[in-house]
C-alpha cells in the first residue's frame, strides 16, 4: 500500500505561481502523475513522470506553465505551475502506478494509476 499527501494548493491571481507537492510512502516509486478535477468533470491527467531520473511528460493543456519533477530522496514529486489562470481551478491529485503507466496511451489515463491521494484545492481567481 502507498500512501500519498499532497500539499501547496491555494487561492492565487491569474498569472500567479504555485508549487504543489506529494509525499510517497514508504516510497515514490515507478510513475508518478498529477491529475486535476472539477465537479462534474472526468479526472483530467495533466503530468507524469518515471522517477529515479526518468522521462516527464505534460499534457498539451498545460506544457510550458506546468513542470513535474521530483525529488528521489524526498520521496516527493512536484508540479511548478506557473501563468496560472481561472480555469486552471481544481482539486489536484497525485498518484503512483506501476512503470507501463508512464508510456504512451497511459499517462494521463486515471486507470493506469494504482494509488492516489486525497487532493489539494487550487483556485485562480482574475
Same mark, same amino acid.
Not at 515507478?30 to 491529475?35: P, R
Not at 528521489?72 to 512536484?78: D, P, W
Given at each position: &500500500?502507498?500512501?500519498?499527501?499532497?500539499? #501547496?494548493?491555494?487561492?492565487?491571481?491569474?498569472? #500567479? $505561481?504555485? *508549487?504543489? $507537492?506529494?509525499?510517497?510512502?514508504?516510497?515514490?516509486?515507478?510513475?508518478?502523475?498529477?491529475? *486535476? &478535477?472539477?465537479? #462534474?468533470?472526468? *479526472?483530467?491527467?495533466?503530468?507524469?513522470?518515471?522517477?529515479?531520473? #526518468?522521462?516527464?511528460?505534460?499534457?498539451?493543456?498545460?506544457?510550458? *506553465?506546468?513542470?513535474? $519533477?521530483?525529488?528521489?530522496?524526498?520521496?516527493?514529486?512536484? !508540479?511548478?505551475?506557473?501563468?496560472?489562470?481561472?480555469?486552471?481551478?481544481?482539486?489536484?491529485?497525485?498518484?503512483?502506478?506501476?512503470?507501463?503507466?508512464?508510456? !504512451?496511451?497511459?499517462?494521463?489515463?486515471?486507470? $493506469?494509476?494504482?494509488?492516489?491521494?486525497?487532493?489539494? &484545492?487550487?483556485?485562480?481567481?482574475?
Amino acid at each position: &500500500q502507498v500512501h500519498l499527501v499532497e500539499s #501547496g494548493g491555494g487561492s492565487v491571481q491569474a498569472g #500567479g $505561481s504555485l *508549487r504543489l $507537492s506529494c509525499t510517497a510512502s514508504p516510497a515514490a516509486r515507478d510513475c508518478m502523475g498529477w491529475f *486535476r &478535477q472539477t465537479p #462534474g468533470r472526468e *479526472r483530467e491527467g495533466i503530468a507524469s513522470i518515471k522517477t529515479n531520473g #526518468g522521462s516527464a511528460y505534460a499534457a498539451d493543456s498545460v506544457r510550458g *506553465r506546468f513542470t513535474i $519533477s521530483e525529488d528521489f530522496a524526498k520521496n516527493t514529486v512536484y !508540479l511548478q505551475m506557473t501563468d496560472l489562470k481561472p480555469e486552471d481551478t481544481a482539486m489536484y491529485f497525485c498518484a503512483q502506478g506501476p512503470l507501463i503507466a508512464c508510456t !504512451l496511451g497511459r499517462r494521463f489515463a486515471s486507470h $493506469s494509476y494504482a494509488f492516489w491521494g486525497q487532493g489539494t &484545492q487550487v483556485t485562480v481567481s482574475s
